[in-house]
């Protein structure tokens, strides 16, 4: 199983951007796809889930502002970020839970100044 997430950056306060996570290894429209971030000194959080059947859960941090898609035919995640915030700084990861095992992408970094 591979998760490659892309499309991080530096952007300024109000501003957008959108993450893609691209799957290999599982059969992915049967996969639940998460977006989770880690900030510097803070643990690693939910941001935005999709279970199968496309149940989708946001933290309430980002609820209105981000938002979680698929494409089943490119086997990609992505997260919309919109309205970032600097507290919205952090590596943000890709995962997945297929098969009782979790499977973590390297991580792509977001940094939003002010």
């Known amino acids: 199983v591979q998760l490659q997430a892309s499309g991080g950056g530096l952007v300024q306060a109000g501003g957008s951007l959108r993450l893609s996570c691209a799957a290999s290894?599982?059969?992915?429209?049967?996969?639940?796809m998460n977006w989770y971030r880690q900030a510097p000194g803070k643990q690693r959080e939910a941001v935005a889930t999709?279970?199968?059947?496309?149940?989708?859960n946001y933290a309430d941090s980002v609820k209105g502002r981000f938002t979680i898609s698929r494409d089943n035919a490119k086997r990609t995640v992505y997260l919309q970020m919109n309205s970032l915030k600097p507290e919205d700084t952090a590596v943000y990861y890709c995962?997945?839970?297929?098969?009782?095992?979790?499977?973590w992408g390297k991580g792509t970094q977001v940094t939003v100044s002010s």
């Open positions: 999709m279970a199968r059947g496309d149940i989708i």
């Open positions: 290894g599982i059969v992915f429209s049967m996969a639940a």
């Open positions: 995962n997945t839970a297929y098969y009782g095992r979790n499977y």
